[in-house]
């Protein structure tokens, strides 16, 4: 090991203790030489720099960014801070991590008039600042010019004069100068290689005025482009914005995988006027994020768009919507139910994206997404394009296989924009000392291992309890308790930026989460303080907001008056949309969540602690979708993973994780099948209904039937319109089960195609049998339940319209009827329906969390809130709604009049109100009842009369938007005029849509 990298490595260990104020107690002789690593890392950087060859992700050069970069967070004598920062943020450029520049740079933009005109063009080009550069000479003038148009004149001309500064600055012989200019001629040079118009040329379908257009947008906007990341590039190498390709994207969290999603529709949508674009993803929570980050750029270039969430249920206005809309962001389930209103097909969109596609083997959802992808991919061909997303795809090869045809339009890479460094703490005995060790990782720009000896010390003292009177020996952390260990590791991590701690059960988050109250409520003080002058007002008024929804016993609003939250998924979605929110906003400075934030969701922490890491529970696959909140681009230059091995965690399954030892992603039909004939010498009738005893295997084959159910449906209404049959063969073809079945390195490769198409045979059999007939076929596949529980639906079908022509009005024995009957389904079969009826009464009528909870059997808290959630805000919506789709479909000829309370019943579930007039304002994304009742008596004191429709209160609040904002600033909290703002400026262009 070179002298160098030793240094290197204790400057490094000794910069973190430093920030830990851990220095003094960990009592160690450092011998590194500051001045010696300094020169030696210029030397490096500008020897690598002087190499004519370009290398496209140098983590070497990285490497020596990281050192200076270390120099301004660790000052040492003799060492110009400001000079390091700009080195560091050039060398991350030249590296190719220009993210990282950003980060770095913003140390010194407000001193940015203190330096030469070198120094402040390199600091304008990495704060992206257009205006700026444009106002900076000659040199800045043309780079302006280009970074706005793409002028090749203009950055031929611009690298001229970074030629002539260099040279001028050799003369005059100051040192520092002449690096600077250096540097800014390779970072022109590489501009001109690395730009957004240099990475789209000859690439693009739109034309060049376009996109001229959606760089000034951005700009308007603050999110200006200079440069596009490798990841972006290889995509567009792959066809990404070509208009008619479909690839497949593997690449890291946080590696610009939505960037990439708006080029391809800003691309499309200008290549044909026509088209209409499509982004799904599995979370509603990534669904309202892609829609708050790229929403507003199509809003300026004038493009319809809108986002659609909430449940397998639609109306006839999200159908209006997303017919209108040019681009439509939605979860897969939301999109279904609205084809199946509208009787449109996927393949109605042309262009696709595709987000989290590794969620094609979820038991969950797997088997409707296989299906979907499907019908995408039959049609491939013809009109439709998919892009298809995954940060964790090993087998991205068999996948773009399957769906694209050739890997050659696979965009694949393990580069991320930020570093990562993951680490293990060791505490061995009671006697011993902690021990962070980070491990070396391939491809990321790290000094070889290094350790932290003694990372933290063991507290021990008595506290007399007011209470008792005893005297009580506390020690803080305890040997083996993950628990007190975490906390006392978010102490420590806190102080360098945000923290997230994941535990892998809901009630071990909740377990660390008392841990840290106890901690934080004894006398004795802890250094990290969580509630600062800038968070403390907004912490408070979240607290409040939960503390009226929730109780004061919660422990969620009991971690929030100290400055930490939870996040599982126990919690209500709104609370953990609040929550992302606020992390996202750094009024949170510590989050401890389960594998609720893997979800795709942008959670910008510094550290990730990782309290638990059970093999069992956890797929590597999983865990690395989780790392990825850790260092998020333009906020920090390097995430920490910190894993724990304390207690039961064994080395080789810590290494499975460490070495990204990652699952494959293989077909939940094809993996049944595999499971079946490892046990069974074939696939029958009797093998399957042994599998079906199985929850997980259960559902799949339930979810197996549906799809198939529905496929039918489909044919049957092809043929009746006068197309050729032959749609069901046809999409089972395009499966990805068969695909991975006919794969010859296979050892039994006959013997899995064999059972796949007897498992598919057999099960069409089934729902022949049972749905006979084609009209039934119809009604129920509109439903989106399972068939056992569209028959019982449909059992009931007279016993239901018979409740409905009775009774006018939503009373206690009709709600209590329709519950009866809507428990006689599989999706609500484990439920209680008197607790159901009873407990969805007062749902409807309270909207509050804490009352369900008293007036429920409940012990815990967070049980109420999950039973209203999944029982009464989804499941029993699902069903109810497939209630009305089976009744409506009764008489196609006819249209069967629903009284208006049922009509709107599943949405006084989902939203806990009880007038169609709330469950409009909740609707929009105010999911407060208060504040709705508030906005509707706003409303009504206008118009001294009650809305008459959805669209009448959405025109009159979008026109009185000014008035409701002020008075809801006066009366509510900042965050409730936060969500109306939000609420009303994205509805305005929607309304425009409905209205146009």
Known sequence: MSSFSNEARQFLAYGILKRFDRLEDANINFNFNPDHIYIQALHQSLDQLSSSEFIENNVELARVAQVFEEFVSTPMIGVNQGFAVLVSASVYWLAG???????????????????????????????????????LGELGENLGVYIRTGSQAAIERAITITKIIEDESLDERIADEFVLARLLGLIVQRLNR?????????????????????????????????????????????????????????????????????????????????????????????????DHDISPVFSGLGISTVSLYGGGDANEIEVELAEKARLTIATPEKISAILKL??????????????EGHLVDSINRGVSYEFQLAHIRSQLRENTRVVFLSAVL???????????????????????????????????????????????????????????????????????????????????????DNGSISASLAFQYSKLGQ???????????VSIAKKIIERMDLERPIESDWISNSNQEKLSEIAEYFEKRIGSDSILVKSLKRGFAVHHGKIPQSFRTVIEDAFRKQIIKVLIATNTIAQGVNFPAKTLIVHSLPRSETSVRDFWNLAGRAGRASRETLGEVV??????????????????????????????????????????????????????????????????????????TDVENGNDGGGVENIIQNLYCVFQASNPELGNSAEIQEGINSLLQIRRGVVSNLVPDPTLKKRFAKTGLNIDSSIALSQAADQIKTILENNEELSNDVFSSLVDIAC????????????????????????????????????????????????????LPWVINGMARLLESENEDETYEMPDWFVWLPKYLRYGVDSKELAWITSLGIDDRDFAEFLLNHYVEDNEIQPTSFRQFLSWAIENKDDLISDSQEEWADYFTEILTQVLDRYSQINQSLNG
């Open 824 to 875: 006689q389904t599989s999706e609500l079969a484990d439920v209680n329906r008197n607790n159901v009826s009873r407990l969805g009464l007062v749902w409807m009528r309270s909207g509050n969390y804490q009352t369900v909870y008293l007036e429920s059997d409940k012990d815990e808290l967070d049980d109420a809130v999950h039973f209203v959630e999944d029982v009464l805000c989804y499941r």
């Open 643 to 716: 894993v724990l091995q304390t207690g039961r965690l064994r080395n080789n399954v810590l290494q499975d994780f460490i070495e990204r030892r990652i699952e494959s992603v293989n077909s939940k039909i094809f993996e049944l099948v595999r499971v079946i004939l490892e046990t069974y010498p074939s696939i029958s009738q009797e093998t399957i209904e042994t599998f079906m005893q199985d929850d997980n295997w259960g559902e799949v084959i339930k979810s197996i039937d549906t799809q198939l159910l529905e496929l039918m449906a489909e044919e049957i």
């Open 97 to 135: 991590y220009t993210a990282n520049s950003l980060v770095v740079a913003k140390l010194l933009s407000p001193r940015r008039d203190e330096f030469s005109l070198t120094g402040q063009v390199l600091l304008s080009i990495f704060a992206r600042d257009i205006d700026a550069i444009s106002n």
């Open 194 to 290: 690395i730009s957004f118009w240099s990475s789209i040329q000859n690439s693009h379908s739109a034309p060049a005025e376009n996109f001229v257009e959606y760089m000034r947008v951005l700009e308007r906007l603050n999110r200006p482009i200079i440069d596009l990341w490798i990841s972006q590039r290889l995509a567009i190498s792959r066809g990404l914005i070509d208009g008619e390709s479909s690839l497949v994207i593997s690449t890291p969290t946080s590696s610009g995988k939505t960037k990439m999603t708006e080029l391809a529709f800003v691309n499309d949508l200008f290549t044909d006027e026509s088209r209409k674009c499509l982004y799904l993803a599995p979370f509603r929570a990534l669904v309202s994020e892609v």
């Open 499 to 509: 923290v997230i701690i994941y535990a892998q059960r809901p009630d071990w988050a």
């Open 342 to 355: 509208s009787g449109g097909k996927i393949t109605d969109y042309q262009t696709i994206v595709l987000d």
């Open 394 to 480: 090993p087998n991205s090869n068999e996948l773009a296989g399957w769906l694209i045809g050739t890997p050659e339009r696979l965009a694949q890479t393990d580069w991320q924009p930020t570093s990562m460094r993951i680490g293990v703490v060791n505490w061995l005995s009671a006697a011993s000392s902690p021990r962070l060790t980070y491990e070396f990782e391939k491809g990321q720009p790290l000094m070889e291992d290094f350790f932290i000896p003694r990372l933290f010390t063991q507290e021990e003292w008595r506290e007399i309890n007011p209470k008792t009177g005893r005297n009580r020996l506390h020690r803080f952390p305890v040997y083996g």
